[in-house]
């Protein structure tokens, strides 16, 4: 008699391995597991932990600290936000994670706007001083002056700190971020809060258009796909991946009072989740 022997298992992997590479075809699940794990194992966890992370922080160490002796010559912060942005480009050609941006027609540098930006990474901020073409001041939470070279910058380089305990502490960073607003600069925050720790987007805070309602600056949503995949809070672990920045449609804040600002956020926020929600070209 002669004996059979089924192979249905690896003939269908086979099978499905050749259908994957048509184009157009959909990657079975497994291979898709696959490669996670090639791309985000124990190699990229030992790139991360010993070349990306450690360049990023000589990035920081350095020009941190060239930042701080300009801050004692040079007020207006144009230079520390040269020095930012060449951090910001050295960082994303380190982390090989190329960024595809959508509706760079919205951003106008001629007007006073405040662009309000999900927050899910550490790595949002060089992001945007990449792809933001202008000088801009950021809305950053009290908690970061304690980080070493980081937190020095921010102070020294005039960006609006709030005390989110003591919103009274914080009455002379948001009068002069009133006055620079109006004058022309730009100012970017994040209606969160702080960074998302579970990847969806979190409920903004009460007063985050205050200052755009004040100004009667128009309000410009963006979104940035795929950075709480690249690098989440509570870990080191960089996961080098495509990402995107999707930039909305201006929202106006033209003859607004504070009596609107549940609905600017509503309004903002739904823009928002309309950027992310929408499908991938």
């Known amino acids: 008699m ?30 898709e597991k696959r490669l996670a794990v090639t791309r985000h194992g124990w190699l990229s966890r030992l790139r991360s932990y010993f070349i990306l992370n450690p360049l990023i922080w000589a990035y920081t160490l350095v020009l941190g ?6 801050s004692l010559f040079d007020r207006s912060g144009r230079v520390q936000h040269r020095l930012a942005r060449l951090w910001s480009q050295l960082i994303m050609k380190t982390i090989l994670s190329p960024v ?87 100012l970017v925050i994040f209606p969160e809060g702080g960074r998302t720790q579970d990847g969806h987007l979190q409920p903004f805070l009460p007063g985050a258009f205050f200052l755009a309602i004040k100004a009667q600056a128009d309000i410009v949503p963006i979104a940035l796909l795929g950075t709480f995949g690249l690098l989440p809070m509570n870990t080191y672990h960089i996961k ?11 929202i106006s804040t033209a003859g607004l ?22 499908p991938l070209p």
């Open 257 to 278: 009072s504070l009596h609107d600002t549940d609905a600017v956020s509503a309004k903002v926020r739904s823009a928002i989740e309309n950027l992310v929600a929408q």
């Open 65 to 70: 600290t060239i930042s701080l002796i300009c």
């Open 240 to 250: 080098c991946q495509p990402l995107e920045m999707r930039v909305g449609e201006p």
């Open 100 to 186: 595809k941006v959508t509706g760079m027609d919205r951003v106008d540098a001629s007007n006073p706007r405040v662009y309000a930006v999900t927050h899910a990474s550490a790595l949002d901020i060089p992001i945007l001083y990449v792809h933001l073409p202008f000088q801009f001041r950021i809305v950053f939470k009290s908690e970061l002056l304690s980080y070493p070279f980081v937190g020095w910058h921010l102070k020294r380089s005039g960006q609006v700190c709030i005390n989110q305990q003591n919103p009274a502490a914080s009455i002379g960073a948001i009068k002069s971020a009133l006055k620079s607003l109006r004058s022309g600069m730009p």
């Open 2 to 31: 002669t004996k059979i022997t089924t192979t249905v298992e690896p003939d269908k992997e086979r099978a499905e391995l050749r259908s994957a590479g048509q184009p157009g075809a959909a990657v079975p699940t497994w291979v």
